[in-house]
């Protein structure tokens, strides 16, 4: 299986492709950050961040996608662009009949590293080692969409074992 990893954000949004399956290696196949400038018109941003994710899926055919969920943090003024980030990353999944998960960063963490509390240093050291790559992801955008990547990876079985209980 294939994922993309969306790290949501107007100023810097991490993307991550990576390709495994529960039980096998995770294999790293692309991860960049995209951006829009603080100065240009909202509408002008969310368009070129929507243009910059339908590349990047163009080019990976994702099977599914995981982003991050949205959650209040003590600057409120942040979370309404991330928000709307995540919402361009899930609509642009959707047009495509891709599956759309989200995962909280707390999720992330805890499947990454056994621990929903750890650190950004945690969870860098521990996608390196995973993906096996020579250095740390860099900016942390790039590492969280990694790690948003494995976490859906490895969560496949419990999701797969809850819908079928549902049906």
């Known amino acids: 299986m294939l994922v993309v990893g969306v790290d949501p954000g107007l100023t810097r949004c991490g993307l991550a492709a990576v390709e495994g399956a529960p039980g096998r290696r995770a294999r790293l196949v692309a991860v960049t950050v995209v951006g829009t400038p603080r100065t240009e018109d909202l509408a002008v941003r969310l368009c070129a961040l929507e243009r910059s994710l339908e590349q990047f899926m163009d080019a990976h055919q994702p099977d599914e996608v995981a982003v991050e969920a949205v959650f209040s943090q003590r600057n409120s003024a942040s979370v309404i662009p991330t928000a709307q980030a995540s919402g361009v ?3 642009v999944g959707g047009r495509r009949g891709v599956p759309v998960a989200t995962h909280t960063p707390t999720e992330v963490k805890a499947a990454v590293t056994g621990s929903g509390r750890a650190d950004k240093q945690q969870v ?3 996608v390196t080692a995973v993906l096996g790559l020579s250095a740390p992801p860099s900016p ?8 948003l990547c494995l976490a859906h990876l490895w969560q496949a079985p419990v ?3 809850f819908a079928a209980a549902r049906r």
């Open 159 to 161: 999701r797969a074992r």
């Open 140 to 147: 942390v955008d790039a590492t969280d969409a990694l790690a």
């Open 124 to 126: 860098s050291r521990m």
């Open 89 to 91: 990353a899930a609509l």
